[in-house]
């Protein structure tokens, strides 16, 4: 039987994971100068699952990802990108936590 990872359903193949994508979408919303509820209201859906998206890694349909993508200005590839890039990140700080203090 298989085992069920709640964060990624595919975690041998380094696939961001909902949450890794929540992070990403939050990063571009700051970097745009952008409120949850006007990038909820350009995506046509509701801030509190915009919000629920960003912080805990709700996983949204196909359909409500590209909305945020062309609310957010980005063909959606950079924004899975930008969610790899953050996956690569909480990977290593994962891997460094217990690596002591860091460089001399």
């Known amino acids: ?4 990872s709640s964060s990624n359903p595919y975690p041998e ?3 961001p994971s909902a949450r890794d994508l929540g992070r990403a979408i939050r ?3 700051w970097e745009r100068d ?4 006007a990038l909820a209201f350009a995506s046509e859906i509701h ?3 915009l919000s629920g998206i960003e912080r805990t890694g709700r996983n949204p349909s196909w359909g409500r990802l590209c909305a945020i993508a062309d ?4 063909p959606i590839v950079e924004v899975v990108r ?3 890039s953050a996956e690569r990140g909480a990977q290593g700080r994962r891997e460094g936590a217990g690596a002591g203090a860091g460089p001399l």
């Open 82 to 84: 930008h969610a790899e």
């Open 47 to 49: 801030p509190t699952y």
């Open 1 to 4: 039987m298989l085992e069920e």
């Open 34 to 37: 952008l409120t949850i509820e």
């Open 27 to 29: 990063q571009l919303r």
């Open 71 to 74: 609310a957010l200005g980005l």
């Open 13 to 15: 193949t380094g696939s």
